[in-house]
């Protein structure tokens, strides 16, 4: 059985650090891409970064530019503010599209992780 399960979401106080994973079960993820996003209850999800695993390549949203790297170990959050605080998602998408900001809808994502909650917060 395919699944996403993501770790590492905490309590954390503003200006402090976390890192994200999520662990992929079921499949190998050579050729494939993942996306984190979030989401805070009664928006819309929103899109964090992504890394192609085939040769690393990133892009982030506008929210996560300087702050936060993604690689295929996770995603590593610095320098958090109070309105970081939202349910992180991992997902996947198995698809082959043309250009890695294809891959920045939630839409072409195919699997997708239950969320790990990050609270910034003092």
């Known amino acids: 059985q395919l699944r996403l399960v993501e770790s590492g979401g905490d309590l954390v106080q503003p200006g402090g650090s976390l890192r994200l994973a999520c662990a992929a079960s079921g499949f190998t993820l050579d050729d494939y891409t993942m996306g984190w996003f979030r989401q805070v209850p009664g928006t819309e999800r929103e899109f964090v970064a992504l890394v192609s695993w085939r040769d690393g390549s990133t892009i982030y949203g506008y929210s996560a530019k300087v702050r936060s790297i993604i690689s295929r170990d996770g995603l590593q959050m610095n320098s958090l503010k109070p309105e970081d605080t939202a349910v992180y998602y991992c997902?996947?998408?198995?698809?082959?599209?043309?250009?890695?900001?294809?891959?920045?809808?939630?839409?072409?994502?195919?699997?997708w992780g239950q969320g790990a909650q990050v609270t910034v917060s003092s």
């Open positions: 997902a996947v998408s198995t698809r082959h599209l043309r250009g890695l900001h294809s891959y920045v809808g939630e839409a072409v994502y195919d699997y």
